[in-house]
C-alpha cells in the first residue's frame, strides 16, 4: 500500500527556514507529479507547489514565489519543500501529495509548520 509520510515541520520566528520531507513508501515506481498543500485554521487548503517526474517542471502559488523550492529525490522517492523567509501566514498544516494513478490520489498525514 502506498505511504506518504512527512516529516520537517517546526516553530520557527519570522524569517526563519524549515526544510520539509515527504517519503513514499509501497510503491516502486516514480510518481508522475508531487505537490505540497496546506491548510491553515479556518481556510480552505491551498496548494504551495509541485513537480513533475521529470523534476524540471515545477509550479509555485504566487504567495511562495521566491521563498519556498520544491524538489525531488526520485532515486529515494522523496519529496521535499525548503521554506525560506517564512512569514507568520505561512502558518499551517502542509501536506504531501502523489500522483499514482491519477489525480492527487495519495496523501500524507500532515506536518505542522508555525510561524511566531
Known amino acids: 500500500q502506498v505511504q506518504l509520510v512527512e516529516s520537517g515541520g517546526g ?8 526544510r520539509l520531507s515527504c517519503v513514499v513508501a509501497g510503491y516502486t515506481g516514480s510518481p508522475l507529479c ?4 496546506r491548510q491553515a485554521p ?5 496548494g504551495v507547489a509541485t513537480v513533475y517526474a521529470g523534476a524540471d517542471i515545477t509550479n509555485y ?16 522517492n522523496t519529496l521535499y519543500l525548503q521554506l ?7 502558518t499551517a498544516m502542509y501536506y504531501c501529495a502523489a500522483t499514482v494513478h ?8 500532515g ?3 508555525t510561524v511566531s
Open 84 to 90: 525560506n523567509s517564512l512569514k507568520t501566514e505561512d
Open 111 to 113: 506536518t505542522q509548520v
Open 102 to 109: 491519477g489525480g492527487f490520489d495519495y496523501w500524507g498525514q
Open 61 to 76: 502559488a504566487d504567495s511562495v514565489k521566491g521563498r519556498f523550492t520544491i524538489s525531488r529525490d526520485n532515486a529515494q
Open 34 to 37: 508531487m505537490g505540497w498543500f
Open 42 to 46: 479556518g481556510k480552505e487548503r491551498e
Open 11 to 18: 516553530s520557527v520566528q519570522a524569517g526563519g527556514s524549515l
